[in-house]
């Protein structure tokens, strides 16, 4: 692992980061639809916790892309897609979490109005990627 000058440190930062976020994610995920849905606190802050979920993961997959493979890539999007085609994420995975660049750029941006009935079905069906990644990212630091 030294060889490859991986930072742990910031790494573990990264996966406290995502952890904490998916706390709060699934906290509201289990709240009914209306009750989430017409509580604007509850709303701002599933976006705020997706963004710094979203964030530490690209954060993660660039130093990645970075230290293991020697690599920069071109867009957060792409950080996600060549760690699927090296073989540190399953390429369905990676797709996926290509795609979960996008929303963090749609919260951010403000590109389009947010369906928060769709983040809340993200909320409820979709937050095992990010416990597959944390298990995918484990298993390459082992490795390295």
């Given amino acids: ?7 742990i440190a910031r790494l573990s930062e990264k996966v406290a980061d995502i952890r904490q976020s998916l706390a709060v994610l699934q906290e509201y995920a289990g709240r009914e639809e209306g009750v989430f ?6 709303v701002r802050s599933a976006r705020y916790a997706f963004i710094v979920m979203i964030e530490a993961a690209l954060s993660i997959s660039n130093h990645l892309c970075a ?3 020697r690599e920069a890539p071109q ?3 792409e950080s996600f897609l060549r760690l699927g085609d090296s073989g540190y994420l399953q390429e369905d995975l990676a797709g996926r979490l290509a795609r979960m660049a996008a929303f963090r750029n749609l919260l951010v941006h403000g590109y389009g109005k947010v369906d928060d009935r769709l983040m809340l079905k993200i909320m409820r069906e979709d937050l095992r990627d990010l ?3 944390l298990t995918a990212i484990h298993q390459a630091v082992d490795r390295e």
């Avoid at 849905?37 to 509850?42: I, Q, S, T």
């Fill in 67 to 69: 230290r293991l493979l």
């Fill in 37 to 42: 849905l017409n509580n604007p606190e509850a």
């Fill in 75 to 77: 867009s957060y999007a």
């Fill in 131 to 133: 416990e597959l990644f």
């Fill in 1 to 7: 692992m030294g060889s490859k000058n991986l930072n």
